[in-house]
């Protein structure tokens, strides 16, 4: 019976994860940072090429730019699938997935009722709504690795908690730090020939991975993200985001050696100088999520029972009152479940492009093409290098990537690049120059933005 209760959550944490953001694809709020990216490299692997993503620049290869070649899995379902609701439904999947090592182990410490209440929390859990709500990312592979993981160090299983960590290293580059606390956590817990083991092999794959792997596959022959020493700076809403990781569970998580593996993550988001990395938005802290619950859940018996009857209704309350301003409520909204006129529109004159296309688009239109053409990022391109036969833009311009300014400016340029305007609805205008498009060299640079 508790397993098909746990089913049952799982399941409707899926079905909302898969809701709020298939809901904001068909509203046409999605992005090419970073869904349409991420959609181009799995259309890459579906076919059986390197994960070009054009939206970041002409010939860019996504694993010069973070190494997550775990997204290969993905090729096959999406050759069958060639959509980004399989991006989007994948996602929704394995976030739901996380639920069940982090429920099963809340139900053996907090009994059925509270057990579920602690993973429905954790479901519910601002990190992993954040991450659902805000396009594709590869930290999806991530989270339920990590949950399976965390909870094989709490019953001791220590072989299969690092069997579980060990493809942490071919989700994201940060992430080899996560798998060399684990196996400091080991050797803490007296497996020091294992520990040891386990972090030397982690810091040798970090390493690899960054100095070797990434900038062999980087048109610059580097690592793009090695700036930081901010560690001072943005303190208050770093202090939020800490106070945000630990309310959830009373602050009771303290109470386990298990919350130190949540060091690394924030070590490197606080030590970098962009300020994205610092707070509570887009999908850095779903890592966190398993973390923080599972700590909580190792904390001492005695204090576990002492919160029995509160503790866990109090987690729940807390994740259901926050979702009312997090992407969740979109399941409260009617807006939600209309079909939106404007974003039919725009889909119809998107289809006045054909299969195959080059385009340049805006941000938000981006990913609504990735399936199917390939896809520059307006307004970046075209330019003297690039000049797709398609150009689709939003109006107002959109600012997510680049100022008004520069999106107003490149409009302006396309009459003179040959460009002359098609159709326009839902606030889309589309531009054609009536010919295949026409490119010269490869350019190295890429588009810049919100790095991911």
Sequence with gaps: MQKIRIGLLVAALFTAYTVIAVAKHLRVRTTGFDLGIFEQAVRGYAGGHAP???LKG??????????????????????VFPSPYTLLVAQAALFALSAVPVTRLAVLRLGTRGGLAIGAAYGLSW???????????EVCFAVPLLAFSLECLVHRRWGAAVAWAAPLVLVKEDLPLTVAAIGGYL???????????????????GLLIVVVVVPAFNTGGGYAYTSGGALLSGIPLKLLTLALLL????????????????????AWRFWADNPHYWGTRYHYSAVLMPIVFVALLDAPLALLDRFRRRLPYAALAFAVLLSAVLPLNALADPATWRRDPAATAVRQALR???????????????????????????????DATVRPEWVVVSDPPDTGLSPADRSRAALAALPGLGYRPVAAAGGVTLFTNGGPGR??????????GRPG
């Design 52 to 54: 070009l993503a054009p």
């Design 187 to 205: 050797i803490l817990r007296g497996r020091r020939r294992f520990g040891l083991a386990t972090v030397a092999g982690a810091v040798a794959a």
């Design 247 to 266: 309310l959830p569970t009373g602050f009771l998580a303290v109470r386990s050696p298990l919350l130190l593996l949540a060091l690394p993550t924030l």
């Design 439 to 448: 490119t010269g060299p490869v350019s190295a640079r890429s588009a810049g």
């Design 127 to 137: 990190g992993i709504q954040q991450a659902a709500g805000f396009d594709f990312h």
């Design 58 to 79: 002409p010939g860019v290869n996504l694993l010069g730019d973070h190494f997550h070649p775990i997204l290969a899995l993905l090729g096959p379902i999406y050759h």
């Design 352 to 382: 006045r492009i054909p299969d195959d296309a080059r385009v340049a688009a805006s941000n938000r239109l981006a990913p609504q093409l990735t399936a199917r053409c390939e896809v520059y990022l307006f307004p970046f391109y075209p």
